[in-house]
């Protein structure tokens, strides 16, 4: 049974930092890249930051460069999101997702999110 459960969520004053973790279970880790999202109110669900499976490579939304880290520990099926300087903005549902592209078919699962608030 192929599982991601985030944790981390939480309100923190803007300016503040919170990490995110997203332990996975039920496939093969190592051989999917991870991505995390967000989803605000009222808005569509968007890329914040990707990695590739090795960890080689990572992509991130520009309203997030220089704030947001995403990493990965293969040996414990856990994928991160270290958020820094946080803004009122940030505030969202954060999801997880992982996928592979293997030929033609193509694998993705999410998690149920995590809910992050940036407030004074």
């Known amino acids: 049974q192929v599982q991601l459960v985030e944790s981390g969520g939480g309100l923190v004053q803007p300016g503040g930092s919170l990490r995110l973790s997203c332990v996975a279970s039920g496939f093969t880790f190592s051989l999917y890249a991870m991505s995390w999202y967000r989803q605000a109110p009222g808005k569509e669900r968007e890329l914040v930051a990707a990695?590739?499976?090795?960890?080689?490579?990572?992509n991130y939304a520009d309203s997030v460069k220089g704030r947001f880290t995403i990493s990965r520990d293969n040996s414990k099926n856990t994928v991160y999101l270290q958020m820094n300087s946080l803004k009122p903005e940030d505030t969202a549902v954060y999801y997880c997702?992982?996928?592979?592209?293997?030929?033609?078919?193509?694998?993705?699962?999410w998690g149920q999110g995590t809910q992050v608030t940036v407030s004074s």
């Open positions: 990695m590739s499976s090795a960890g080689s490579s990572t």
């Open positions: 997702k992982a996928d592979r592209q293997l030929g033609w078919v193509r694998y993705d699962y």
